[in-house]
């Protein structure tokens, strides 16, 4: 899974749309998200989270604030790129906090999460997916990791394409944004390896080849994935029946009036 979010990261600062010097809010995070910030050579990280025992860590070079990523105290386009690394399906609300990012960030924002698919489905289905996290509240002794940072397992929330695209264009219909999508295959050693039955290592391990080569076919199918929303400019990227002035957006009535009564 590290490889996959260093290698998302790379490929999108190779491509400019990142850059090192951004000012890059890292949502949900803790020493992994510090440790791949060093790796990615970002210079201008705030690290948030909202366990407030984080507060005491040693976050050089970066900075440290303690925020519910459903309600982030930040101003509206603080930072240029947010990132969260498989934080948001501990949320109440993995779509507010969705939308909160996007809300402090002016360029655009990075979210790595599970995905939803008929293959995810089946997997949780027939056990070999959790639809609840108790292997990450049970790899802390029982005390946190679930739901909002808790001990109550979090119901995990897997996302599609187009439940991405609906809530983004809900909260912001004045221009069109660009969306990009990566996807990987994550098999979920660390769960069978902390059981007391070794079967479900087994079973991962007989179809972990199959699984393979259904996602390189497929890519679509895989279970977690990366998903990059990047906000159009303005006022250039406007909506034609819309127009911007005193810094606001309004309705363009000349556009409309061409084609509809007013």
Same mark, same amino acid.
């Given at each position: 899974?590290?490889?996959?979010?260093?290698?998302?990261?790379?490929?999108?600062?190779?491509?400019?749309?990142?850059?090192?010097?951004?000012?890059?809010?890292?949502?949900?995070?803790? $020493?992994?998200?510090?440790?791949?910030?060093?790796?990615?050579?970002?210079?201008?990280?705030?690290?948030?989270?909202?366990?407030?025992?984080?507060?005491?860590?040693?976050?050089?070079?970066?900075?440290?604030?303690?925020?519910?990523?459903?309600?982030?105290?930040?101003?509206?386009?603080?930072? $240029?790129?947010?990132?969260?690394?498989?934080?948001?399906?501990?949320?109440?609300?993995?779509?507010?906090?969705?939308? $909160?990012?996007?809300?402090?960030?002016?360029?655009?924002?990075?979210?790595?999460?599970? !995905?939803?698919?008929?293959?995810?489905?089946?997997?949780?289905?027939?056990?070999?997916?959790?639809?609840? $996290? +108790?292997?990450?509240?049970?790899?802390?002794?029982?005390?946190?990791?679930?739901?909002?940072?808790?001990?109550?397992?979090?119901?995990?929330?897997?996302?599609?394409?187009?439940?991405?695209?609906?809530?983004?264009?809900?909260?912001?219909?004045?221009?069109?944004?660009?969306?990009?999508?990566?996807?990987?295959?994550?098999?979920?050693?660390?769960?069978?390896?902390?059981?007391?039955?070794?079967?479900?290592?087994?079973?991962? +391990? +007989?179809?972990?080849?199959?699984?393979?080569?259904?996602?390189?076919?497929?890519?679509?199918?895989?279970?977690?994935?990366?998903?990059?929303?990047?906000?159009?400019?303005?006022?250039?990227?406007?909506?034609?029946?819309?127009?911007?002035?005193?810094?606001?957006? !309004?309705?363009?009535?000349?556009?409309?009036?061409?084609?509809?009564?007013?």
């Amino acid at each position: 899974m590290s490889d996959f979010y260093v290698d998302t990261l790379m490929r999108l600062l190779r491509n400019g749309t990142l850059h090192n010097d951004m000012k890059v809010l890292m949502v949900c995070a803790g $020493e992994y998200d510090q440790d791949i910030a060093r790796k990615c050579g970002f210079t201008n990280v705030t690290l948030s989270n909202l366990d407030p025992r984080k507060q005491d860590q040693a976050c050089e070079p970066f900075s440290w604030r303690c925020e519910d990523a459903e309600q982030m105290s930040f101003a509206d386009g603080e930072f $240029e790129i947010a990132i969260a690394h498989s934080g948001l399906h501990h949320c109440r609300s993995p779509h507010r906090a969705l939308l $909160e990012m996007y809300r402090v960030c002016r360029t655009g924002l990075i979210v790595f999460e599970p !995905s939803e698919n008929i293959l995810t489905r089946l997997g949780v289905r027939f056990g070999l997916g959790q639809e609840y $996290e +108790l292997a990450a509240v049970a790899g802390t002794g029982g005390m946190f990791g679930g739901q909002r940072n808790t001990s109550i397992p979090n119901y995990v929330y897997r996302w599609t394409k187009r439940e991405i695209e609906k809530t983004i264009y809900s909260y912001a219909p004045w221009g069109k944004h660009t969306l990009l999508y990566f996807h990987r295959l994550r098999i979920p050693w660390y769960r069978s390896q902390m059981m007391h039955s070794q079967l479900l290592n087994w079973i991962y +391990l +007989l179809l972990s080849p199959v699984a393979n080569c259904i996602v390189r076919l497929l890519p679509c199918l895989s279970n977690n994935f990366a998903f990059v929303v990047i906000k159009p400019k303005l006022p250039e990227d406007l909506y034609p029946w819309l127009t911007a002035n005193d810094g606001g957006i !309004s309705l363009n009535k000349a556009w409309v009036s061409r084609r509809y009564r007013l």
